[in-house]
């Protein structure tokens, strides 16, 4: 057995042996663990989807794609963007393709969720430099990172790396010109950074 597949198996069947060490039957600890397992992938699924599917419906109400705002028409665009990236490597493993992008693209979510708190401690009038200092430090060090793997996927035509990345990178980007612009909308009777 490989990949996926001999992962999960070991993964429930050691969850199980575990929770047999400490007395519960082995046969219900599979099952305790299979169901885990199962729901965390189905709920995983789920929120993925939602999540895509209220940026979607968010940037066509942005944009006066008045299709797109409706929750199916989005959802089945979702959908099949998904279907198309797990089957373009054959055997569903397109997606897999992604994962050199899901570290830095992880580091570039939190330095963006960094960024979000500190603007609203600073709209609220309370210190924000307990979030504004690391959030500084995390999107300039993936922000590079990105920049490097974009340059390496170019150099070696991985064209999927460096097209996701690279919209990802805009994607950062563009966030930060808006927070710039919330910023600069902010009456300052006094500083609220610090």
Known sequence: MQGLTAKI??????AANMLNALGIPLEFGYAIIGVLVASFAGTTLDTATRIQRYVLSELADKYQVSVLKKRYPATAVVVIAAMFLAFSQGGGKGALVL?????????????????VASIYLMREGIRSWPTAVPMVFMILLS????????????ASGRWHLFFIGGLILLLE??????????????????SSIG
Request: proline fraction near 4%; charged fraction near 10%.
């Open 9 to 14: 198996t070991a993964f429930v069947g050691g």
């Open 99 to 115: 994962w050199p992008l899901f570290g830095t693209s992880n580091q570039l979510l939190a330095g963006l969720t960094l960024l």
């Open 143 to 154: 922000g590079w990172a990105m920049t490097e793997n974009l340059l390496r996927y170019f």
């Open 173 to 190: 980007v563009w966030m930060i010109l808006e927070a710039v612009v919330i910023l600069r909308s902010f009456k300052r009777p006094g």
